[in-house]
């Protein structure tokens, strides 16, 4: 296990691993482009390891040349890319191929495309030494690939945490063992947004509503949007299919994160077990659900102050309001039984000022 800045990372690919990856790809060039002199372009600063290697690896004509463009601010993809170093000159019909350490989101690599097709360049391909299949967006075929990679965050070999640890050897990748992934449960109107914005700060964690992720998606016109909107305008669930692929997605965006708080997900069975088949496979867990308990005459009337101020339609009408009790009567209130029986559910008094019942959670988390 090593350290870098405030996080824990172990060992996953070694030395010879990626060396033997590293000889595939430049094998399967050679295959290609023996017979020409292909300019390989690598892409800075995270592929100077790769692109070095490479080249020992590639004994044929060839020139080599470098790019950079800028996309990560630590850990987490802006999705903004800038050109800091520019395309080389004399490309002209030369084919070009471009040196990844990793594609993940394709963001880069659309801003790669997109810089070489004004060139004219005879013909342009990319080979990654690393690719996290499972979260790539792009529509471009990747032409040559080392290791296909799971979505976990890695450093080493040229990758690198806040601007450390490029020079190891090996990759690593974040130890989720120190995660704390946490289920705030609740009726609607039980405060659970509220408690999660100071949670979030408190434990470094990441807050995961979905029903603000819908919410956005339908301020911003999104197809998720248009199918979401009729169900929650009524106060009904939208279907498990659909919401639990978008909760895997804004998962999936994070791989750096301390923990999560899922904020108004599970609320069906099936949306629970989903949940857990899902972290599993990340090697990540639910720590414990928290229960925010309040009366409904209560809740009925928080939910209308906050729909004076809110102006969502489902906080406006008291039937709208009562049906989204039934929802969660019929089809949400059996996970405590199902967080019970794994000895993760725990309940907090939800009346009250806002810090008490902060307090009230903190002293669950600290606890756990
Ligand atoms: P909320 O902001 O959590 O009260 O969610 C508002 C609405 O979004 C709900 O009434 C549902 O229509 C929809 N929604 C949010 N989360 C889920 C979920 N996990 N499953 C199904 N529908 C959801």
Known sequence: MIKLHDKYFKPFLSEKEILKAVQKIADEIAVDYKDETPIFVGVLNGAFMFVADFLKAYQHPCEVSFVKLSSYRGLTSTGIVETLLDVPENIEGRSIII????????????????????????????????????????????????????????????????????????????NQQHMINLVLFGKPGAGKGTQASFLKEKYNLKHISTGDVFRYNIKNGTELGTLAKSYIDKGDLVPDEVTIKMLEDEVDKNPDASGFIFDGFPRTTAQAEALDIFLQSKDMKINATIALEANDEVLIQRLLERGKVSGRPDDQDEEKIRNRFDEYNEKTAPLKDYYEDMAKFQSVNGIGSVAEITERLKKVIDSL
């Open 99 to 174: 040196l990844e350490d990793i594609i993940d989101t394709g963001h880069t690599l659309q801003e790669l495309v997109h810089l070489f097709s004004n060139t004219n360049a005879k013909e342009f391909k990319i080979a990654s030494l690393f690719h996290k299949p499972d979260i790539y967006k792009g529509e471009y075929a990747i032409d040559y690939v080392g290791i296909e990679i799971p979505n976990k965050f890695i450093v080493g070999y040229g990758l690198d945490y806040k601007e450390l640890g490029r020079n190891l050897r090996e990759v690593y990748q974040l």
